[in-house]
């Protein structure tokens, strides 16, 4: 059972312009929700997270929206470059006790010059 | 300051061999995690050691098995290898005295079975 759902697979976008991830959880009792980003013969690396109690957080051109009732979280990157070209993983866990991270299936982000 | 290690970069094994693939913490962090990333996949959750005692474990088998050492470091050990065990493999560190559910990642083994 595929706890976080993730697309899409793959996306082109040019320079300048807004990527939009989406992720979908089932698990009610997830409350942490990062994002990583990995570059190809790298491991991920943590981008931006939210927790449940504020719809939308923002780092620079980074903005995750969040919708509880829906259960659904969207990574948003403003202003793509060519140098955010990389794949995406949404996850989720718990707060409390030993937190593991599910991840969904990646996004592949290619931001054209 | 050190963030997550991990060695070696590359392995290559053959079917039915046993690996050993090594993790060191980021400075302050006390607990680890293992996963594995099949290409064009994300991580999966093997599983997290705190204390030196394994406190999680996802849907993993046996031929999985780990060990914590007193200065936090990790191994992640890997009997009678499938072709299938070809993977990323990605070590995370937290602390548990602190925000165990932000994990930050190693660069990761990547490991070949043939």
């Known amino acids: 059972q595929q706890q976080v759902k993730q697309s899409p697979q793959s996306l082109i976008v040019q320079k300048g312009g807004i990527s939009i991830i989406n992720c979908a959880y089932e698990?009610?009792?997830?409350?942490?929700f990062p994002w990583y980003q990995q570059f190809p013969g790298k491991g991920p690396a943590l981008l931006i997270a939210?927790?449940?109690?504020?719809s939308e957080k923002k780092e620079g051109r980074f903005t995750i929206s969040f919708n509880k009732s829906a259960k659904q979280f969207s990574l948003h990157i403003m202003d793509s470059q060519p140098g955010d070209s990389a794949t995406y993983f949404c996850a989720a866990t718990t707060q409390s006790g030993y937190s593991t991270l599910t991840f969904g299936k990646g996004t592949m982000l290619l931001v054209s010059p | 300051d050190a963030g997550v290690t991990q060695s070696p970069t590359h392995l290559i094994k053959t079917r039915g061999q046993q690996v050993t693939l090594r993790c060191s913490p980021k400075?302050?962090?006390?607990?680890v995690s293992w996963y594995q990333q099949a290409l064009g996949q994300g991580p999966q959750f093997i599983f997290q050691?705190?204390?030196?005692?394994?406190?999680q474990r996802g849907n993993f088998p046996d031929r999985f098995s780990g060990h914590q050492f007193p200065n936090y470091s990790s191994e992640l050990n890997v009997n009678a290898l499938l072709l299938g065990d070809s993977a990323l493999y990605l070590c995370a560190s937290s602390s548990l005295g602190g925000v165990t559910y932000e994990q930050y990642f190693g660069p990761g083994t990547r490991l070949t079975v043939t």
């Open positions: 050691y705190y204390e030196e005692e394994e406190r």
């Open positions: 400075s302050g962090h006390d607990t």
């Open positions: 939210i927790r449940p109690d504020v």
């Open positions: 698990n009610t009792a997830f409350d942490y």
